[in-house]
């Protein structure tokens, strides 16, 4: 007998993106050029984080019909954002066929408590995490993928590069550690023991970790793969670029060759002007996306 | 003698077939350049996206050398891999490498949802191999020259024609060794 949505196979089909970059698209064209030029898959939205930032209001599920324009015109994973907590966007999403769905800080919490139960769903989910804490807890109410939250929408890497470099600081600390001092960190970080001390038997995380929240350059998505993420998502940093296209092909290329510091000079050049971006500092605390959710 | 099997490294799930050649008795290493190519027996296409694997494989001059390696060494294309292996692709005008005398459906089972595992018999392999099927394709038809090693279904899911060994499923994703194990051997065999 078949079996459908179990850990291995919703795990594995973030294995599979391992090496690759996710792309924020809003419409069919723009999942098209994230197709050519090597995306792994795409995220289907109705407004890139910097966008949402600019527009300021609540931030909800993308319309149905954006969801269903990106699947019809790509074959690599379509995934799709839910608010943090609204079952219904998930069950929705779900619905719908997304490959993924992401429970995430960009869009406005529509639950400041809890996350979704995402066990009791078929269709694998990937959250945002700071450090190991958040990580655990999400993985403890089934996630099967991971990213760190950096700061959406900046295009500030600095966020991100704090939220990797904590999460493996502290598996690393786990993995010297005894179950015994294992228990007390897990109180310490909010953390369930029993997934802390999976990852002590494991050696690593159970589930990948790839950088979010602030990739706007390719040598910026080198940087998040030599700090240990498995992968990467971009998101206002594409289609906000001169050539997009262009733009695309050399984030893809520096994600897989990332130490090949040549290919990244010279894939890096002439891509135009990248993202102004925000110094996280001048933020207000209302507009930090990453306290969202935790 | 040890045997030394490459695993193209553009992107998927490397680590866990390096992990399992390793495990099997092979020396394994990434390959990302052409020269990685150069002192190998064999090499593994792993799972992960064919369309972003064929455009790096494009772009720095692998697609030719993995050819021309594939025309003297075995090839062992698992989901992503199979696609680049196959003859004939469904919806696709040309194959990929055409290495492999077979026609094949990407994402043949549906979307993410539908993934699913199931309980295989792989001829030469295993009576019970848990085939991890992740938005994979299945086998139409197989060529002359080709033994269909498992099938789901009433769909072919394994086969191997000469050097070449294929399958849908993820054997990396396992601890089950006993397709990895089959591949070794079959390199240990070609030298």
Do not use: W
């Amino acid at each position: 007998m078949a079996q459908k949505g179990t850990d291995t196979v919703k795990r594995g089909m973030a294995e599979m993106q391992k090496g690759g970059v996710i792309m924020d698209v809003v419409n069919a064209e723009q999942a098209k050029i994230a197709e050519e030029a090597g995306a792994t898959a795409v995220m289907a939205l109705e407004r890139v984080p910097s966008d949402i930032r600019k527009a300021g209001g609540v931030a909800r599920m993308a319309d149905p019909t954006i969801v269903e324009q990106v699947q019809n015109a790509v074959t690599i994973p379509v995934m799709a954002k839910a608010r943090i907590g609204h079952i219904v966007e998930a069950r929705v999403l779900e619905s719908m066929k997304v490959d993924y769905i992401d429970e995430s800080e960009v869009l406005t919490p529509a639950d400041d408590v809890y996350h979704i139960d995402k066990k009791t769903f078929t269709v694998p989910f990937v959250c945002g995490c700071r450090d190991l804490g958040e990580a655990a807890r999400r993985i403890g109410e089934g996630a099967a993928m991971l990213r760190t939250k950096g700061e959406p929408g900046t295009g500030n890497i600095v966020e991100a590069v704090r939220h990797m470099r904590l999460v493996n600081s502290q598996v690393r600390k786990v993995l010297s550690m005894s179950p015994d001092e294992i228990m007390v960190f897990a109180k310490e970080l909010g953390a369930p023991y029993e997934i802390l001390l999976q990852i002590k038997e494991a050696g690593r995380l159970p589930v990948v970790n790839f950088a979010a929240g602030g990739v706007a350059t390719p040598a910026d998505a080198a940087l998040m793969m030599e700090l240990g993420a498995d992968g990467v998502f971009v998101g206002s940093g594409i289609f906000k670029s001169e050539n997009p296209a262009k733009f695309a092909r050399a984030i893809v290329e520096a994600t897989t060759y990332y130490q090949d510091y040549e290919r990244i000079a010279e894939l890096s050049k002439g891509l135009g002007h990248p993202m102004k971006g925000i110094d996280i500092g001048t933020l207000l605390p209302a507009d930090r996306m990453q306290d969202r959710g935790k | 003698m040890t045997v030394k099997i490459g695993v193209l490294a553009l992107q998927g799930a490397v680590s866990e077939h390096v992990k399992s050649l390793r495990a099997s008795g092979a020396d394994a290493a990434e390959v990302k350049h052409t020269d990685d190519l150069e002192d190998l027996d064999g090499l593994v296409l792993p799972g992960g996206e064919s369309t972003t694997m064929r455009r790096l494989m494009d772009k720095y001059e692998l697609f030719d050398a993995i050819k021309s390696f594939a025309e003297r060494k075995p090839v062992f294309g698992t989901c992503a891999g199979l696609i680049l292996m196959a003859q004939k692709i469904e919806g696709r005008t040309g194959p990929h490498l055409g290495i492999l005398d077979i026609d094949v459906k990407r994402n043949a089972y549906g979307r993410q949802v539908d993934s699913f595992e199931a309980d295989l018999t792989i001829k030469h392999v295993s009576d019970h191999y848990d085939g991890v099927f992740i938005r994979a394709p299945y086998i139409k038809s197989v060529g002359p020259e080709v033994e269909i090693l498992s099938t789901y279904e009433d769909h072919i899911v394994a086969c191997r024609q000469g050097r070449f060994l294929t399958c849908a499923f993820h054997p990396e994703l396992t601890d089950d060794l006993s397709l990895h194990r089959y591949f070794v051997h079959l390199v240990e065999e070609s030298i």
